[in-house]
């Protein structure tokens, strides 16, 4: 009767594990409205809606090539808010801002909520009374956390000069 019982437990146990309902996945419409929420943040230098897009654990890599020179920056979630805040050239330290985005493919994942977002982006920042124009192609992973969306990580090759 014992061995009934344990295998009757397991089973239940074994149904409702299985019976969970798996998470949906992104759609196109949605992925393009959270990342035109980006971009709102970005344009309006609005450094704490844009961190609020990135996840606790993001990593961003910012690869540079300008006036012949490259770089490789490897930044926290963290980090990065710090210099959009209080770093060279900070959002709010600026003349002028703009980033606009010329172009963007994403490619969804049907197994996870997740998607890869691809754009051309644009910025042109006026700060000591010097313009810098920048093309960027920006790879962006998105997760589906909770009940929102999140950025987890970026990678950005810039080219300006």
Same mark, same amino acid.
Do not use: W
């Given at each position: 009767?014992?061995?009934?019982?344990?295998?009757?437990l397991?089973?239940?146990?074994?149904?409702?594990?299985?019976g969970?309902?798996?998470?949906?996945?992104?759609?196109?419409?949605e992925?393009?409205?959270?990342? @035109?929420?980006?971009?709102?943040?970005?344009? #309006?230098?609005?450094? %704490?809606?844009? =961190?609020?897009?990135?996840? =606790?654990?993001?990593?961003?890599?910012?690869?540079? $090539?300008?006036?012949? $020179?490259?770089?490789?920056?490897?930044?926290?979630?963290?980090?990065?808010?710090?210099?959009?805040?209080? @770093?060279?050239?900070?959002? /709010?330290?600026? $003349?002028?801002?703009?980033?606009?985005?010329?172009? %963007?493919?994403?490619?969804?994942?049907?197994?996870?909520?997740?998607?890869?977002?691809?754009? $051309?982006?644009?910025?042109?920042?006026?700060?000591?009374?010097?313009?810098?124009?920048? /093309?960027?192609?920006?790879?962006?992973?998105?997760?589906?956390? @909770?009940?929102?969306?999140?950025?987890?990580?970026? #990678?950005?090759?810039?080219? @300006?000069?």
């Amino acid at each position: 009767m014992r061995l009934t019982t344990l295998a009757a437990l397991a089973a239940l146990l074994l149904l409702t594990g299985a019976g969970a309902p798996a998470p949906h996945p992104l759609t196109e419409a949605e992925v393009r409205a959270f990342m @035109g929420t980006v971009e709102f943040a970005a344009r #309006s230098r609005d450094v %704490q809606r844009l =961190a609020g897009t990135l996840a =606790a654990e993001c990593r961003i890599e910012l690869r540079t $090539q300008i006036n012949g $020179q490259e770089r490789v920056t490897l930044m926290t979630r963290d980090e990065y808010v710090e210099m959009l805040s209080s @770093g060279y050239a900070s959002l /709010h330290e600026l $003349q002028s801002y703009d980033y606009e985005v010329t172009a %963007q493919t994403i490619t969804l994942e049907r197994d996870a909520p997740a998607a890869t977002v691809v754009s $051309q982006v644009t910025e042109t920042l006026v700060f000591a009374d010097r313009r810098i124009v920048t /093309h960027s192609e920006e790879t962006v992973r998105v997760e589906r956390r @909770g009940g929102s969306l999140a950025i987890v990580a970026v #990678s950005a090759l810039t080219k @300006g000069g």
